[in-house]
């Protein structure tokens, strides 16, 4: 402790001098002084230097520490999962997101199917989201939906893969809507309401999905209602959906187990209906069709795998959305008499053009005249919402408003509070069509088919669908909703009664 003062003196007064006991005494005091200040200074340096660089260390991680947004992680490995799946009326975005929303921001982290998961029920971010989708953000479905949808279905596809997948669908259902799809919808829709009888008592969701099953499975793979074939795969069919929304547990009768399983029986189905169709190819006795199954085997150079999750791809998307959308409908105008009224008075318009001009099918230009109905379609998509969210993930780390969203985080983009949201729609749990008369919609305000290069590819059909059943529906018949059944989100919709109704004939003489 005195080395250092000790040397300093010798240099500075006597450096000969090497006897310690020969100082004077004031000298001696002072060297003992140095040496106390010298020591407390360097300890006071030490203490110094320690400090900024603890300091500095901090900030440094700091500034790598990820700024997240706020939230709750939740349980170990479940996280959030199941308060979010918690059944609620599919118009409203339930106590989940409510509670969130109000305690985090419309933008929040948490952890969700097994994942730390940013949820999004912003319209900016949301847009943002889908319009950088193969950029910044990949598609990232949790593992049940890619093991019975297969690893080519064009919903869980990403990159250059998702869009070979994609502008086949949007080329086979964007070609010939005039020409085959209105027909066939026209057909199909017929089929269904003249077998309905005046006071008699229906399944609304049933009778949707027979017309919409009917519909894609002649589109898809040229079948007709009442072949073995079609009954054997809806049978199969009905297990999908709740295997996709389930836990990819391959336990024997779990819904993901038994989901599995249909899908292998339906891949047998189709498969020996491909060997036929390639034997009748050889023979040259192949009848003309247009369906899809018939259109990759003669104009596309497809692998076994591709083309099957190809065709059951667009089968599910096809026929779960529309049939629940075509549910939803008779829901809402049954509960709004003002608008069967108007959507009756714009379809007996159309009519009687009809008959006028000799005229006894719809045509394209009579689906461009039916304004009304399309602001139906769109409010009850709106209000009922088929899709409530989508799944995204990062693939690299993004910064969005001051917000860090980190490489391989999932990214939770809800769609239903967009549509519920009080800052972009008025009255937002309203029924009202006549909102959209003088409004557009935007990948902002509306997002019932997606957004950016994820559009669902057959939005334009699906609203083809949907007027065109409508058009007859109301022509011909009134109901009445006969109890409180009301569409349910868990995630997707569904009516607990199968939404029945009493149909009553109307005479148009």
Same mark, same amino acid.
């Given at each position: 402790?005195?080395?250092? /003062?000790?040397?300093?003196?010798?240099?500075?007064?006597?450096?000969?001098?090497?006897?310690?006991?020969?100082?004077?005494?004031?000298?001696?005091?002072?060297?003992?002084?140095?040496?106390?200040?010298?020591?407390?200074?360097?300890?006071?340096?030490?203490?110094?230097? *320690?400090?900024?660089?603890?300091?500095?260390?901090?900030?440094?991680?700091?500034?790598?520490?990820?700024?997240?947004?706020?939230?709750?992680?939740?349980?170990?490995?479940?996280?959030?999962?199941?308060?979010?799946?918690?059944?609620?009326?599919?118009?409203?975005?339930?106590?989940?997101?409510?509670?969130?929303?109000?305690?985090?921001?419309?933008?929040?982290?948490?952890?969700?199917?097994?994942?730390?998961?940013?949820?999004?029920?912003?319209? !900016?971010?949301?847009?943002?989201?889908?319009?950088?989708?193969?950029?910044?953000?990949?598609?990232?479905?949790?593992?049940?939906?890619?093991?019975?949808?297969?690893?080519?279905?064009?919903?869980?596809?990403?990159?250059?893969?998702?869009?070979?997948?994609?502008?086949?669908?949007?080329?086979?259902?964007?070609?010939?809507?005039?020409?085959?799809?209105?027909?066939?919808?026209?057909?199909?829709?017929?089929?269904?309401?003249?077998?309905?009888?005046?006071?008699?008592?229906?399944?609304?969701?049933?009778?949707?999905?027979?017309?919409?099953?009917?519909?894609?499975?002649?589109?898809?793979?040229?079948?007709?209602?009442?072949? /073995? #074939?079609?009954?054997?795969?809806?049978?199969?069919?009905?297990?999908?959906?709740?295997?996709?929304?389930?836990?990819?547990?391959?336990?024997?009768?779990?819904?993901?187990?038994?989901?599995?399983?249909?899908?292998?029986?339906?891949? *047998?189905?189709?498969?020996?209906?491909?060997?036929?169709?390639?034997?009748?190819?050889?023979?040259?006795?192949?009848?003309?069709?247009?369906?899809?199954?018939?259109?990759?085997?003669?104009?596309?150079?497809?692998?076994?795998?591709?083309?099957?999750?190809?065709?059951?791809?667009?089968?599910?998307?096809?026929? +779960?959305?529309?049939?629940?959308?075509?549910?939803? $409908?008779?829901?809402?105008?049954?509960?709004? /008499?003002?608008?069967?009224?108007?959507?009756?008075?714009?379809?007996?318009?159309?009519? !009687?053009?009809?008959?006028? !001009?000799?005229?006894?099918?719809?045509?394209?230009?009579?689906?461009?005249?039916?304004?009304?109905? +399309?602001?139906?379609?769109?409010?009850?998509?709106?209000?009922?919402?088929?899709?409530?969210?989508?799944?995204?993930? $990062?693939?690299?780390?993004?910064?969005?408003?001051?917000?860090?969203?980190?490489?391989?985080?999932?990214?939770?983009?809800?769609?239903?509070?967009?549509?519920?949201?009080?800052?972009?729609?008025?009255?937002?749990?309203?029924?009202?069509?006549?909102?959209?008369?003088?409004? *557009?919609?935007?990948?902002?305000?509306?997002? $019932?088919?997606?957004?950016?290069?994820?559009?669902?590819?057959?939005?334009?059909?699906?609203?083809?669908?949907?007027?065109?059943?409508?058009?007859?529906?109301?022509?011909?018949?009134?109901?009445?909703?006969?109890?409180?059944? #009301?569409?349910?989100?868990?995630?997707?919709?569904?009516?607990?009664?199968?939404?029945?109704?009493?149909?009553?004939?109307?005479?148009?003489?």
């Amino acid at each position: 402790m005195l080395v250092g /003062p000790w040397f300093h003196f010798i240099f500075k007064f006597r450096p000969n001098l090497l006897n310690f006991t020969e100082l004077p005494t004031l000298t001696i005091m002072e060297l003992h002084i140095n040496s106390i200040d010298f020591s407390s200074l360097s300890l006071l340096l030490l203490l110094v230097f *320690s400090a900024i660089y603890f300091l500095r260390e901090k900030h440094e991680k700091r500034k790598s520490r990820p700024n997240l947004p706020p939230g709750s992680m939740g349980w170990p490995f479940i996280g959030e999962t199941f308060e979010l799946l918690k059944r609620h009326p599919s118009f409203s975005i339930g106590r989940y997101l409510q509670d969130h929303i109000h305690r985090y921001g419309k933008i929040f982290k948490s952890n969700i199917f097994g994942g730390p998961t940013i949820v999004s029920t912003d319209a !900016r971010f949301n847009r943002f989201v889908m319009q950088n989708h193969g950029r910044l953000f990949e598609t990232s479905y949790p593992e049940s939906v890619e093991g019975i949808l297969g690893e080519w279905s064009v919903l869980t596809l990403t990159g250059e893969l998702h869009k070979e997948m994609r502008s086949i669908a949007v080329k086979f259902l964007s070609n010939d809507l005039r020409t085959r799809f209105l027909p066939d919808i026209e057909r199909h829709t017929l089929l269904i309401i003249n077998a309905w009888k005046d006071g008699s008592f229906l399944s609304a969701t049933e009778q949707a999905k027979k017309f919409t099953f009917h519909m894609m499975v002649k589109q898809i793979l040229g079948l007709e209602p009442g072949q /073995p #074939q079609t009954e054997k795969i809806k049978k199969e069919y009905t297990t999908f959906m709740p295997g996709v929304v389930s836990m990819p547990l391959k336990l024997p009768g779990t819904p993901y187990s038994k989901a599995l399983k249909s899908r292998s029986v339906i891949f *047998s189905e189709i498969e020996r209906m491909v060997d036929s169709l390639r034997k009748e190819m050889r023979q040259g006795e192949i009848k003309e069709r247009n369906d899809l199954l018939c259109w990759c085997l003669t104009e596309l150079e497809l692998s076994k795998g591709k083309m099957f999750d190809l065709l059951l791809g667009m089968l599910f998307g096809g026929f +779960e959305t529309t049939s629940v959308a075509l549910s939803l $409908a008779f829901f809402f105008i049954g509960r709004c /008499p003002r608008a069967f009224q108007e959507l009756r008075n714009e379809h007996l318009g159309i009519a !009687r053009k009809k008959a006028e !001009r000799g005229e006894t099918t719809l045509t394209w230009d009579d689906y461009k005249q039916m304004e009304f109905t +399309e602001c139906v379609v769109k409010e009850t998509l709106r209000l009922g919402n088929v899709i409530k969210f989508t799944h995204r993930k $990062a693939i690299e780390d993004v910064h969005y408003q001051g917000y860090d969203i980190p490489r391989d985080w999932k990214v939770l983009l809800v769609l239903s509070a967009i549509h519920l949201d009080g800052s972009i729609h008025n009255d937002p749990q309203e029924f009202n069509p006549w909102r959209w008369q003088n409004m *557009s919609s935007s990948t902002v305000d509306f997002m $019932a088919f997606g957004g950016g290069n994820k559009l669902c590819a057959g939005a334009e059909l699906a609203k083809l669908e949907l007027a065109v059943f409508l058009h007859h529906c109301v022509l011909n018949y009134r109901w009445e909703l006969c109890k409180n059944d #009301q569409p349910l989100a868990y995630p997707y919709v569904v009516f607990e009664d199968g939404l029945p109704i009493q149909v009553f004939k109307i005479n148009n003489n």
